[in-house]
C-alpha cells in the first residue's frame, strides 16, 4: 500500500513540492547524500544517534526502518524532541498528560511510554512524531469547548504513532531515494529529516483518515463522548478564520459525514 498511492519516483516530488526552495534543497541533500544541511531548522541541538548497527543489512547498508523496535522509535523520538524543544516553547500540563494516559490506555500501543506536551503557540494545531510522542498547540487548547473535544485531537495524533506514520515517511523517503544513497546517513542527520517529515509535512490523505478512525475508536474506549470529534472539525470549519492547518488535511467537510457516519453505525 503506496504512502502516497502513487508510483515511488513521485512519492518524494509531492514531499518537495511542499517545501519552500531553500527547504527542498536541504532535504534533498540530507536525504540523497548525506549531507550535512540544517533544512532551514534554527540550529539543532546535536541529537545522539541511534544504534544503526542494529538496524543496517550487512552488505548494502539499508536501515530496516520495518523492524524499529518500541525502544528504538522511543529513542528516535527523543532526539527528535531534542528539536522540538530548540524551535518551539514546549512544557507539560498535567491535564494534558491525564487524558492523553487515559487515551493510551485503550489504544493499540498501549506498550508505547507516551509523553504529551503543550507548545506555547496561539495557532490551532498539533503533531505527534514517534516512540510516543504528542504535541498540543496552547492556541488548540484555549480552541476545545470542553474535555471531549480536546481529547478528540490527543486521541487523533495518538493513532497517528499507533499506526507508525511518521515511520512510513521515512521508509517511503528512503525507498525513493534508493539504499545507497543513504549510507552515510547517521542518527543525527535522521533525527533532521524526521523532524522535518512530522512537524512541517502532512501526512497522506490514507493516514488522517486512519488516524480518525482509530482515535474515535480510542475516544469511546476511554468514556468520551464519540460526537466531539465531529463537533470539534466543524467549529474549526464555522470559523471566520479556519486554522491553516486545515489546509493540508483532507477535506474537513468530508472528514466530518465519514466520522458521523461511523459513529451511527457504531464502528
Excluded: W
Excluded at 527547504?23 to 541541538?45: C, D, E, R
Excluded at 488522517?208 to 468514556?223: I, M, T, V
Amino acid at each position: 500500500m503506496n504512502f502516497f498511492q502513487e508510483p515511488q519516483s513521485t512519492q518524494m516530488k509531492e514531499i518537495f513540492s511542499r517545501l519552500p526552495k531553500k527547504l527542498n534543497k536541504g532535504l534533498s541533500l540530507i536525504l540523497g547524500l548525506g549531507t550535512a544541511a540544517s533544512v532551514g531548522l534554527s540550529a539543532p541541538k546535536p541529537a545522539e544517534a541511534l544504534p544503526f548497527q542494529d538496524l543496517i543489512v550487512p552488505g548494502i547498508q539499508y536501515f530496516q526502518l520495518s523492524n524499529l523496535s518500541t525502544k528504538e522509535k522511543v529513542k528516535l523520538g527523543s532526539n527528535i524532541h531534542q528539536q522540538v524543544r530548540s524551535n518551539y516553547r514546549v512544557g507539560t500540563n498535567a491535564n494534558i498528560t491525564r487524558i492523553g494516559q487515559k487515551l493510551v490506555r485503550s489504544s493499540s500501543c498501549s506498550q508505547t511510554p507516551f509523553k504529551f506536551y503543550v507548545v506555547q503557540d496561539p495557532s490551532i494545531n498539533a503533531f505527534a512524531t514517534t516512540g510516543g510522542y504528542v504535541y498540543v498547540h496552547s492556541g488548540l487548547i484555549n480552541a476545545a469547548d470542553n474535555e471531549d473535544q480536546l481529547a478528540s485531537v490527543i486521541a487523533h495524533e495518538i493513532a497517528h504513532i499507533c499506526n507508525d506514520d511518521l515511520i512510513g515517511k521515512l521508509r517511503q523517503a528512503q525507498l525513493a531515494q534508493g539504499a545507497a544513497s543513504l549510507a552515510g546517513l547517521n542518527g543525527s542527520k535522521l533525527t533532521a529529516v524526521a523532524y522535518q517529515l512530522a512537524v512541517d509535512l502532512p501526512n497522506s490523505r490514507e493516514a488522517e483518515f486512519n488516524a480518525d478512525a482509530k482515535g474515535l475508536q480510542y475516544l469511546q474506549r476511554a468514556g468520551y463522548d464519540p460526537n466531539a470529534m465531529p463537533a470539534f472539525l466543524k467549529k474549526l470549519v464555522n470559523r471566520s478564520s479556519a486554522p491553516a492547518f486545515l489546509s493540508t488535511h483532507p477535506n474537513p467537510r468530508e472528514r466530518i459525514s465519514v466520522l458521523e457516519r461511523k459513529i451511527a453505525n457504531n464502528r
